[in-house]
């Protein structure tokens, strides 16, 4: 490998977890004014146009905030815990495809971090990783409202990875393959002519559990029982101040952006379209740009939906992902198959 | 060149995390230290060509044992676990005994090895080789298709015994 070879290397892997962070930025602003166009009110709007420098100066007074922590904290775990957060939501990116293949100056320069062959597993996985970050900020902070709210997310995180686990499963059935390139290929082309040939006309059931799932995955409403302020003050994040608050929010929203992108890798085509075959640098611009704009239409989902539902109860949390979200993915699951059999036979 | 030193790098990572949730006396760090543990084990698979295994290595044990072992240790609060050095010396000694004859077990097979440990696997692995999610599900659903059966038999087995357990725990 030649000194460019690694320069590429490490400019796939550094450069996502550099930009999502900064995406998060205006991702802040964006959904304080959508929630104050969902209540008729102004949003902020003083700080520079439109309110734009609003959240640069929010991020700024985080980092210049004088730090409380409270003395009895178990002091190594309680720093340890955003990082573990914000580390593993970065790292679900590494394998989602964000465009087409580049090729230039003699190279081809997939646009992934890492095609691996575990892909949809690696996401799972960093999952199943990231509850230690909550779990750990829950028991660290020495606090009854903290310690609540790590134990409902780990309870909550754990129920809704089954579902989201099984509903995903029925994409990898059609797929053949865990790899989200492979995904990605199998969506390209159309039915009847003009409807995508997307996994959600195939799966719209298994989409709507993965997408729900999701939400309970990311802690966000109608499913935020682990931070409910009007029982757990903050919840697990209830000891943190300044930016090691900063952090968990940050991880929040990283997690949004990364579940949107997901969710469109897995059931709407990724950065693909029906007869859209990019070449050129130009080409691949445009399939970054797709796959951003199926991206924000997610988040804009998750945005207008915190605005609308109300926080669910515990134990309607808990019999939705059992009793209905599980047992509906294993439908999908059969549905997919029978789907995959139909076609088989030609 | 390069996968055998990030295998290195793991696999030193594994064990240093084993010996010190071994020694941590403070349960919750020990926990953790498990977890880092079995992701440089997961992480040393990948080197190995086996990136399969090394996943569900972390989504297993990482993400699921660990997490519910945590669980446990969080309600069950035990982070001051009493003093007690040197105060069981049958254990002690029926301990060092073990650690010895294993010492001597291990040295044994690394000298029937003949040379030192086997290179790590080229990159790319080879899609053939067992790591790779199609070969294993292959011989899996294939070869060993009445094992896999028997063991989510047993599996079954062992959820529904749990679920009796619990169960009659609560009427009480």
């Known amino acids: ?38 209540q008729d009110r102004h949003g902020p709007n003083r700080v520079g146009p439109f309110g734009l420098l609003q959240s640069p100066a929010d991020i700024l007074k985080l980092f210049m905030k004088e730090e409380v922590v409270p003395s009895s904290v178990d002091k190594l775990l309680y720093y340890l815990a955003p990082a573990v957060a914000v580390t593993a939501a970065l790292a679900t990116f590494a394998v989602i495809p964000f465009g087409a293949t580049l090729e230039a100056g003699g190279r081809r320069i997939p646009l992934i971090g890492a095609d691996v062959s575990i892909g949809v597993l690696y996401v799972f996985a ?19 409202y903290s310690l609540m709210g790590g134990i409902r997310s780990s309870a909550q995180i754990i129920s809704y990875e089954l579902a989201m686990t099984t509903a995903a499963a029925g994409v990898i059935l059609a797929a053949a393959s865990f790899r989200l390139t492979d995904v990605i290929a199998m969506q390209e082309g159309t039915f009847f002519g003009f409807i995508p040939r997307w996994n959600v006309f195939l799966q719209p059931l298994g989409f709507l559990i993965f997408f729900t799932a999701t939400f309970a995955e990311t802690n966000r409403l109608p499913f935020d029982l682990p931070e ?43 950065w693909s379209l029906p007869g859209f075959h990019p070449t ?67 | 060149m390069t996968a055998r030193i990030f295998f290195d790098a793991f696999a030193a990572l594994a064990i240093v995390f084993a010996g010190i949730m071994v020694v941590t006396r403070h349960p919750v760090r020990s926990v953790l230290s498990l977890v880092v543990s079995f992701v440089g084990l997961a992480a040393s698979y990948v080197t190995l060509g086996a990136p399969f295994i090394g996943v569900l290595q972390v989504i297993v044990y990482a993400g699921a044992i660990l997490v519910l072992f945590l669980f446990v240790l969080m309600l069950l609060n035990l982070d001051r676990p009493p003093a007690e050095r040197g105060g069981r010396p049958v254990q002690a000694f029926l301990g060092g005994l073990g650690a010895i004859v ?32 199609a070969s294993l599900a292959r011989v899996l659903f294939g070869e060993y298709l009445l094992h896999f059966e028997a063991i989510s038999v047993l599996l079954l087995a062992a959820l529904v015994g749990a679920f009796v357990l619990a169960r009659r725990e609560s009427r009480v």
């Open chain 1, 1 to 38: 490998m030649t000194l460019a070879d690694w320069g590429i290397v490490l400019a796939r892997v550094v450069l996502p977890p550099l930009i999502l962070p900064a995406i998060v930025i205006p991702l802040v602003w964006y959904e304080r004014r959508v929630a104050a166009l969902i």
């Open chain 1, 126 to 144: 960093i999952t199943s990783i990231s509850v230690y970050g909550i779990v750990l900020a829950g028991w660290s902070s020495n606090d009854k």
């Open chain 1, 228 to 270: 409910a302020e009007a029982e757990l003050v903050a919840g697990y994040h209830t000891e943190y101040s300044a930016m090691h608050f900063g952090s968990f929010f940050l991880a929040e929203y990283v997690n949004v952006i990364v579940s949107s992108a997901l969710t469109t890798t897995l059931y709407f085509g990724g």
């Open chain 1, 280 to 346: 050129g640098p130009l080409g691949v611009a445009a399939s970054v740009l797709i796959f951003a704009l199926k991206t924000a239409f997610f988040v804009t989902v998750f945005v207008w939906v915190r605005w609308t539902l109300p926080r669910f109860r515990y134990d309607q949390l808990m019999r939705l992902g059992w009793k209905a979200l599980l047992p509906l993915a294993l439908v999908n699951l059969f549905w997919a198959a029978a789907l995959e059999m139909l076609r088989a036979r030609g």
């Open chain 2, 102 to 133: 294993f010492a001597a077990m291990l040295l044994g097979a690394l000298r029937g090895s003949g040379t030192a440990l086997p290179a790590a696997a080229p990159v790319p692995p080879d899609p053939l080789s067992l790591g790779e999610p």
